[in-house]
């Protein structure tokens, strides 16, 4: 099984990002499909999730910005990321259940 993240890059701040998790090996299980985000010396933490029925969930600091979504047909799942700050700078991962992509660095300039 892999999930493999892309669509990370610098960009400067109010900039827009799109990533993409491509899941290999399996298909989307009922549980829960997440990101989550590690900035250099804080712990990782989770960012939004979207659940089978399609109920999406944010932390408070990303509401309003970005969006998760998912593409059964294709076995991907994305998070849409505009008006980006410098402190949304960090190594993003999709999740779901016990596995996990091996990031992808979002940069953000001031």
């Known amino acids: 099984v892999q999930f493999v993240e892309s669509g990370g890059g610098l960009v400067q701040a109010g900039g827009s990002l799109r990533l993409s998790c491509a899941v290999s090996g399996r298909t989307f299980s009922s549980g829960d499909m997440r990101w989550f985000r590690q900035a250099p010396g804080k712990e990782r933490e989770w960012v939004a999730s979207m659940d089978s029925m399609g109920t999406r969930r944010y932390i408070s600091s990303v509401k309003g910005r970005f969006t998760i979504s998912r593409n059964y047909a294709k076995n991907e799942m994305y998070l849409e990321m505009i008006s980006l700050m410098p402190e949304d700078t960090a190594v993003y991962y999709c999740?779901?259940?016990?596995?996990w992509g091996q990031g992808t660095q979002v940069t953000v300039s001031s």
């Open positions: 999740n779901q259940d016990d596995d």
